[in-house]
């Protein structure tokens, strides 16, 4: 069975810029979530879908969004970036509300 | 508010030895789960071992156990016979089960293997 994918692995973009993470979950795994990661921090809990629907939500700016398609298949966007908002952002699946939690390999942002 | 909270930002360990690493929580919940999870230099991160609360005995997977101490909000990791692909860094996290669902993690701890 194949793992979380996570695309882009690496991505450089510019102050004032968007930018758009993807993330497909495992199959027959309906919720997914989104962590970001940076040095110090640990992981920050973005926000969480379940069957198309966001069910939790972090404490992030409306700059921070996400989505959540049929196929259970997760996009998130962040638009106009700023340096801080340089990290590794993890994605995560699980079958339902009390399973273990399967990441992806990440997608690194970096912000100049 | 749930909190997850790990003291040891490093540790080290002689390969072939036992280490443990702490972890304690807050919560006022009474039924959820408990996880341990590893982060290797691939960045991935890989579930370790699961405990949920109302199981009295702890769980054990290979060469890594944990000591759940319900009442203490204690959940430490003790990895046995330590080897250099344990060489990671460690997350302890909390799941409750009724409210939210939300995961919480702690700040992870870096674990180094010494050969």
């Known amino acids: 069975k194949a793992g979380v994918t996570q695309t882009p692995r690496y991505l450089i973009k510019t102050r004032g810029q968007q930018v758009t993470l993807s993330c497909s979950p495992i199959s027959g795994h309906r919720s997914v979530s989104w962590y970001q990661q940076t040095p110090g921090q640990g992981l920050q809990f973005l926000f969480e879908?379940?069957?198309?629907?966001?069910?939790n939500k972090g404490n992030f700016p409306g700059r921070f969004s996400g989505r959540q398609f049929s196929n259970s298949r997760s996009e998130m966007n962040v638009s106009t970036l700023e340096l801080g908002d340089s990290a590794l952002y993890l994605c995560?699946?699980?079958?339902?509300?009390?399973?273990?939690?399967?990441f992806g390999n990440g997608t690194r942002l970096t912000v100049t | 508010a749930q909190t997850v909270t790990q003291s040891q930002p490093e540790m080290s360990v002689q390969e072939a030895e036992t280490v443990t690493l702490s972890c304690t929580y807050d919560t006022s919940e009474s039924d959820y789960y408990l996880f341990w999870y590893k982060q290797p230099p691939s960045r991935q991160m890989i579930l370790v071992i699961r405990q949920e609360a109302y199981k009295q005995q702890n769980a054990t997977e290979n060469r890594f156990s944990v000591n759940f101490q319900k009442a203490a909000k204690s959940f430490s990791l003790k990895i046995s016979d330590s080897q250099l692909g344990d060489a990671a860094m460690y997350f302890c996290?909390?799941?409750?089960?009724?409210?939210?669902?939300?995961?919480?993690f702690g700040t992870g701890t870096s674990l180094t293997v010494i050969p």
């Open positions: 996290a909390y799941r409750a089960i009724r409210t939210g669902n939300q995961f919480y």
């Open positions: 995560a699946s699980s079958r339902d509300q009390v399973s273990p939690l399967h």
């Open positions: 879908y379940f069957s198309e629907t966001q069910r």
